[in-house]
T-cell receptor, first 115, second 112 residues
Framework: NAGVMQNPRHLVRRRGQEARLRCSPMKGHSHVYWYRQLPEEGLKFMVYLQKENIIDESGMPKERFSAEFPKEGPSILRIQQVVRGDSAAYFC?????????????FGPGTRLTVL | QQPVQSPQAVILREGEDAVINCSSSKALYSVHWYRQKHGEAPVFLMILLKGGEQKGHDKISASFNEKKQQSSLYLTASQLSYSGTYFCGTELDSGGYQKVTFGTGTKLQVIP
């Protein structure tokens, strides 16, 4: 039973380029959460999605960042015109329901480096 | 609001015990504990719910004091494999959906 998959594991971009991060949730999971982790810091909530819907994007920067979770395929976190401050590890997590007793299972993360 | 964890870092010898605390300024509904090793994904340890019992498995257990808005993670007879950063995540209410706010973490190093 495959866990949460993220790719790429490492991504290098130059300032001004676009970064696309993919997350495939665990089989049977339809709830996806994206987090950002800066070096030596905790996980910061970015966005919560269900299939085809953004439920809560209160943690997403207003500009340049977007997320989607289409009916078919992985969830995508897209960062346009990247800047050095976007360098971080981006983790997604999935759960089978949205209830508070459910567990979020994390993927291995994508480490984004902006040159 | 981000929960506060203490201590920020701790070094243990194998076999020693440790307690990691997680405090919130707001009333909590649940507390989630995760461990993350360097360069890896956070791994779920346990969830404690308001009104629930103290939980644990193997030599790792946790408690949730609703009145103090605080949770503690207890590691007994620590093993080298316990090394990593421990995060607590808190939820303020049960309505709607999960929204976990994570603390800044406690770095635990177990040495032989």
């Amino acid at each position: 039973n495959a866990g949460v998959m993220q790719n790429p594991r490492h991504l290098v971009r130059r300032r001004g380029q676009e970064a696309r991060l993919r997350c495939s949730p665990m089989k049977g999971h339809s709830h996806v959460y994206w987090y950002r982790q800066l070096p030596e810091e905790g996980l910061k909530f970015m966005v919560y999605l269900q299939k085809e819907n953004i439920i809560d994007e209160s943690g997403m920067p207003k500009e340049r960042f977007s997320a989607e979770f289409p009916k078919e395929g992985p969830s995508i976190l897209r960062i346009q015109q990247v800047v050095r401050g976007d360098s971080a590890a981006y983790f997604c997590a999935s759960s089978s329901t949205s209830v508070v007793t459910d567990t979020q299972y994390f993927g291995p993360g994508t480490r984004l480096t902006v040159l | 609001q981000q929960p506060v964890q203490s201590p920020q870092a701790v070094i243990l010898r194998e076999g020693e015990d440790a307690v990691i605390n997680c405090s919130s300024s707001k009333a909590l509904y649940s507390v989630h504990w995760y461990r993350q090793k360097h360069g890896e994904a956070p791994v779920f340890l346990m969830i404690l719910l308001k009104g629930g019992e103290q939980k644990g498995h193997d030599k790792i257990s946790a408690s949730f004091n609703e009145k103090k808005q605080q949770s503690s993670l207890y590691l007994t007879a620590s093993q080298l494999s316990y090394s990593g950063t421990y995060f607590c995540g808190t939820e303020l209410d049960s309505g709607g959906y999960q929204k976990v706010t994570f603390g800044t973490g406690t770095k635990l190093q177990v040495i032989p």
